[in-house]
């Protein structure tokens, strides 16, 4: 029976994205044509991705490079209405567009994500765009909505399914990073334009994060800190449990010893805060419940006010998360805990001596490697996947020794290798 499920939702893909490129053939043959025409001199560039945080914030290099190579241009990016802050006040962006993006599941055969399509298609066609990027390396739903869209120059990664609804695809990448699979993507898209392609190496010198607070973020924060008892020159430490999946999270208990052996070793100068949004205020509560002293929790913040918070940490401590790439683009130093996602992926993309990954070494029963990339689980399956959950706090503690001892002590201490160790054994 579950096999004849399969082949059934199989057919049936296959048969609506035929018709979905039968449906569009007339209108891409005559972007076609348009793509041999001379270009505008303001050319109108469109850069979609429905991705959440983490994975938004690690496109914010894209926008600067492309203002910087095509100053003329008109930039346009469409987001889910969830990552739309991370974009929205960007510089070198001219226009946002939130659209509701389906779920993957929904996009390889659900029904209402093929009336989703249409309607954002239809709205796609009115920009007049000139090149659109679709910068997520598995969405064909992206594909093809460049393509409905009647997009003259539809730049993507080459999906099987997805391959045929653009006109320019680059060979999925292997381990390239995140963000230098999207600057790479970028570059192919300004050389089938006409300007000149991104200088390489992609680094995170040459291209680096960008999300900057506003001013009234930075404000509320200072507030919000100074009712909590902290001044201007209170030290502290960010510690970001929560993450999208389950799978993910690293154990309560391990957040809870790191806080503790923090405070002991920083003394009373160093406060610990603890950050999530409301759905996570129980994590947090569970984690401060099982510290001796008080903790800050603060879950009624803005994506703008939470860098606010992050940009004034002595550092951040997490999983592999949305926040703690958020971190990274603050210039704020790192330690994140990383179990099925390959760090060489989604790891921070920022200057590597401030930032740290401990990566679990213990594989799966059900996981042929680690990592393993499985995400796509269920909250009841995670218990059968604790790749995360088995990292030791040993390791994170030595790991923000070796990392940050001068950001841990007053003037009257000194840090050396394992000494948070010592003080979590007492």
């Keep these: ?73 008109h930039i346009t990016v469409m987001v889910g209405p969830w990552s739309r802050e991370v974009v929205v006040n960007h510089p070198d962006v001219d226009q946002v ?70 006109t320019e695809t680059l060979p999925l990448p292997s381990r390239d990073h995140l963000t230098a699979s999207y600057l790479r993507l970028l570059s192919a898209g300004l050389s089938i334009m006409g300007y000149s392609s991104l200088e390489e190496p992609y680094t995170e010198e040459h291209y680096p994060l960008h999300f900057v607070p506003t001013a009234q973020d930075c404000q509320w924060i200072a507030q919000y800190l100074s009712r909590e008892g902290f001044d201007a020159l209170t030290p502290f430490v960010v510690i970001h449990p929560g993450t999208g999946g389950a799978v993910k999270l690293w154990r309560s208990e391990g957040w809870a010893i790191c806080a503790t052996a923090l405070a002991q070793l920083g003394g009373l100068s160093l406060r610990i805060v603890l950050t999530g949004s409301k759905s996570e205020r129980p ?55 990383f179990g099925p996602t390959d760090p060489a992926i989604f790891g921070p993309w920022g200057k590597k001596e401030l930032h740290t990954v401990v990566a679990s070494r213990h594989r799966c029963p059900t996981c042929p490697i680690i990592p393993c990339m499985g995400l796509d689980l269920l909250p009841k399956d995670s218990a059968s996947h604790p790749c995360v959950r088995l990292v030791p706090e040993q390791d994170v503690l030595i790991a923000i020794s070796k990392r940050f001892p001068h950001l841990l002590l007053s003037q009257e201490k000194h840090v050396v290798d394992g000494e948070l160790i010592n003080v979590m054994r007492r």
């Design 1 to 73: 029976m579950a096999n004849l499920l399969r082949n059934f939702k199989h057919l049936s893909r296959s048969v609506l994205h035929l018709l979905i490129r039968l449906f569009g053939a007339r209108g891409a043959n005559v972007a076609a044509k348009q793509a041999r025409q001379p270009l505008s001199k303001k050319p109108r560039i469109l850069l979609v991705h429905p991705g959440h945080l983490g994975s938004l914030v690690m496109t914010t290099p894209l926008f600067h490079a492309l203002r910087a190579h095509a100053p003329d241009a």
């Design 283 to 337: 994590l947090l509560e569970e984690i401060a419940s099982s510290v001796p002293f008080p903790i800050t929790l603060m879950t009624n913040m803005t994506l703008g006010q939470l860098a606010a918070l992050l940009q004034r940490a002595q550092f951040v401590l997490g999983v592999d998360s949305g926040p703690l790439h958020l971190a990274v683009a603050q210039g704020t130093p790192t330690v994140q805990v």
């Design 97 to 166: 567009i939130t659209w509701s993006f389906p779920s993957n599941r929904d996009s390889t055969f659900g029904l209402k994500s093929y009336f989703s399509l249409r309607s954002a298609a239809k709205e796609l066609h009115r920009g007049n765009y000139d090149l659109a990027i679709n910068l997520r390396l598995n969405f064909w739903w992206g594909a093809a909505l460049l393509y409905l869209a009647r997009i003259p120059r539809r730049v993507g990664y080459a999906l099987e399914e997805g391959e045929p609804l653009l």
